[in-house]
């Protein structure tokens, strides 16, 4: 066993980013492990509300601050349980950035069977379709089978009852990114 730091908030080893390390024992194999990659550096303004870069922000007023990110899906799986999660703060409106935009769909799962059970009233219950996106605030366009069925602003789902059969969702965010699903 060899002593080595692991990141508190990941469990992975820690790297140079992570702000919070245990000392812990792992067996030697385990040091072939990679370091955390959620904790990553950012470049913030003074506010420390928006990042920022060189495009519209001076050197020396431009703090670089760790940040602990996970990808959507995660994100909205941890978010509901710890409080103290900050999404990261996007660019400021004057700065030439590269966005990351991610979105993946939390329901359904590709290729899934989906029954649509009755509720006590007889009535069929919707499938609600559930997408997680890192900008939470996002227009997302819904498509059944290439018809658009609706458009939702700042919720991420949508409940609809598809006849029974091979189903194509589709759901686009206001810029173009695109995720299917097929059911
Ligand atoms: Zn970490």
Redesign the pocket.
Known sequence: MTEISI????G?R??P????KIEQFVQNSGLKTK?????VLVHLDASKSYRVNTSCENLTAISNT?W?VLPPLMEFYYKSKNPFYKSLPSFRNDCTGKEEINMEFIYPKDNNIIFLPKGLDGKINDLVLKIAHSKPKSIIYWYLNKHFIGKTTDILYLAIIPKEGKHIITAVDEIGNEIKRTI
């Open positions: 990141c508190k908030e990941s992975f820690a790297g980013n992570c702000k919070n370091p955390c990659p959620y904790h760790s602990f």
